[in-house]
T-cell receptor, first 114, second 114 residues
Framework: ETGVTQSPTHLIKTRGQQVTLRCSSQSGHNTVSWYQQALGQGPQFIFQ???????GRGNFPPRFSGLQFPNYSSELNVNALELDDSALYLC?????????????FGQGTRLTVV | AQSVTQPDIHITVSEGASLELRCNYS??????LFWYVQSPGQGLQLLLKYFSGDTLVQGIKGFEAEFKRSQSSFNLRKPSVHWSDAAEYFCAVVRSGGYNKLIFGAGTRLAVHP
């Protein structure tokens, strides 16, 4: 069984640019959540997708957007990058969207904005 | 608003010593509670979870946690720490009956001395 995979593992972008991060969910999982983990902090919820629809959103501006595809893989897009967007971005997939379903995390994408 | 507090940023223990990591949460009702571990360069791995029932829950790698409603706490324990337990530990909550949006604490970094 393949776990959650994220690409790329590391990325360096310039302030003002746009970036796309990718996540392949675990087989059989229809829900993907994205988290931002700044250095020295716990992960913060960005948004969740369930069967290709946004199912919930955290306190992030609209320049953070996402997609979920029919195979349940997902993308996180960030426009107009700011220095504070430098962080580890974690994707988690789960077999459902209910609060009792376990989230399985990928290894993350380390984004550095210079 | 829901929040999670992990009062200890860093903890150092000797190999073979016992361990307790503290977690307090703020929430109107009893949430679902989780402990995750993050090794360097890795994603998050679930150690254990509490939904209801027995307030002492067993997890993987010899960890256990006790839910105390009166103290709004969910502390993680291990009777004998191994050098491989050195990592960062995150406590998280989810609103029961909602969707699986995890709210994390800031984490506790554990160092293990030989």
């Amino acid at each position: 069984e393949t776990g959650v995979t994220q690409s790329p593992t590391h990325l360096i972008k310039t302030r003002g640019q746009q970036v796309t991060l990718r996540c392949s969910s675990q087989s059989g999982h229809n829900t993907v959540s994205w988290y931002q983990q700044a250095l020295g902090q716990g992960p913060q919820f960005i948004f969740q997708y369930y069967r290709e629809e946004e199912n919930g959103r955290g306190n992030f501006p609209p320049r953070f957007s996402g997609l979920q595809f029919p195979n349940y893989s997902s993308e996180l897009n960030v426009n107009a990058l700011e220095l504070d967007d430098s962080a580890l971005y974690l994707c988690a997939s789960s077999p459902g969207r209910g609060s009792g379903t376990e989230a399985f995390f990928g290894q993350g994408t380390r984004l550095t904005v210079v | 608003a829901q929040s999670v507090t992990q009062p200890d940023i860093h903890i150092t223990v000797s190999e073979g010593a016992s361990l307790e990591l503290r977690c307090n949460y703020s929430y109107g009702a009893t949430p679902y509670l989780f402990w995750y571990v993050q090794s360097p360069g890795q994603g998050l791995q679930l150690l254990l979870k509490y939904f209801s029932g027995d307030t002492l829950v067993q997890g993987i790698k010899g960890f256990e946690a006790e839910f105390k409603r009166s103290q709004s706490s969910f502390n993680l324990r291990k009777p004998s720490v191994h050098w491989s337990d050195a990592a960062e530990y995150f406590c998280a909550v989810v609103r029961s009956g909602g969707y699986n949006k995890l709210i994390f604490g800031a984490g506790t970094r554990l160092a293990v001395h030989p």
